[in-house]
């Protein structure tokens, strides 16, 4: 008799447990994994991104040094940070769908993720500044505040992953999951009105108190639109419609392949003002 209550314990408690299905014999859950092409069209911009920056990099760091610019060298680092962490990301694609992969998985996605947001953040609060200053306190006031946005923000994203188990980062949960889209509407929304904002003001009658750099606000215009399409899209995908899931991972695709290349573009073209 105590023998069968076991049992019955046991198997009742075991049936509560979350068990990810396998299919197949190599270790892989039932979630979609987006296929060879899509992990080609991931991985070839960044190899050759990363080759690129490595081709030139002797370059870059002797103008550097001799600049002595303590921002555009912090920059330079964390770009080749975030162009290191975007690698693996794209690398690794196949830990989406492979099983006792969730946690470094959603480690990686997220240190990438914020990667990139710091130099998003640090690039314009930069470029807003009056003068291309050089001194630490320039040093600090840009990074400072980009630290704040990007720790508050990784907090966050941290909270709701390890916390109450949102799949952010997995491509497998479909439009039904209103958690996820709703934190990814928030994020894009944010990103949006910031971007939209600086535009606003650029073509309304306070422009002048924005510094007159053209390309800036070509880098803003474009970072506006990509940021507004992948904001139609997570409204798309959490109202349940298949193409707003599309559309969100062509966004996707275009960020982690197109934005450091154009980051780097920037970059050098900062460089070259400052450092002349």
């Known amino acids: 008799m105590p023998n069968n209550i076991h049992q019955i314990i046991t198997n009742s408690s075991i049936s509560q447990l979350p068990i990810p299905k396998i299919s197949g014999q190599d270790g892989q859950s039932d979630r979609l994994c987006h296929g060879v092409w899509y992990d080609a069209v991931m991985l070839v911009p960044a190899v050759l991104f990363v080759v690129y920056m490595a081709m030139n990099a002797k370059k870059n760091l002797e103008k550097l040094r ?3 610019s303590y921002v555009m060298i912090s920059y330079y680092a964390i770009l080749w940070l975030a162009s290191g962490l975007n690698l ?4 690794l694609q196949s830990w989406q769908c492979a099983t006792g992969k969730e946690v470094v998985w959603n480690l990686l996605s997220l240190l990438t993720t914020s990667g990139l947001l710091c130099l998003e953040i640090s690039l314009v609060g930069f470029l807003l500044q009056e003068s291309y200053a050089s001194g630490l306190k320039a040093l600090a006031r840009t990074f400072t505040i980009s630290g704040i946005i990007v720790g508050v923000d990784m907090l966050l994203k941290a909270i709701y992953i390890f916390g109450f188990g949102v799949p952010l980062f997995f491509d497998d949960v479909g439009s039904t999951h209103w958690t996820k889209w709703g934190l990814w509407i ?3 929304l ?3 009105v910031v971007y939209g904002f600086i ?15 053209p390309a800036f606000y070509n880098y803003v215009a474009i970072m506006f639109v990509v940021n507004a399409i992948a904001l139609f899209a997570c409204g798309l995908a959490a109202i349940g419609i298949g193409f ?6 062509l ?3 275009c960020y982690h392949s197109l934005y450091l290349p154009f980051l780097r573009k920037i970059f050098v073209w900062i460089m070259h003002i400052t450092l002349r």
């Open 199 to 213: 535009l606003f003001v650029h073509f309304s009658k306070w422009r002048e108190k924005l510094p007159p750099r």
């Open 244 to 249: 707003g899931i599309w559309l969100y991972n």
């Open 186 to 188: 928030i994020h894009k």
């Open 251 to 253: 966004t996707v695709i």
């Open 66 to 68: 001799n600049g002595r």
């Open 88 to 91: 693996a990301w794209c690398s």
């Open 190 to 192: 944010l990103l949006t």
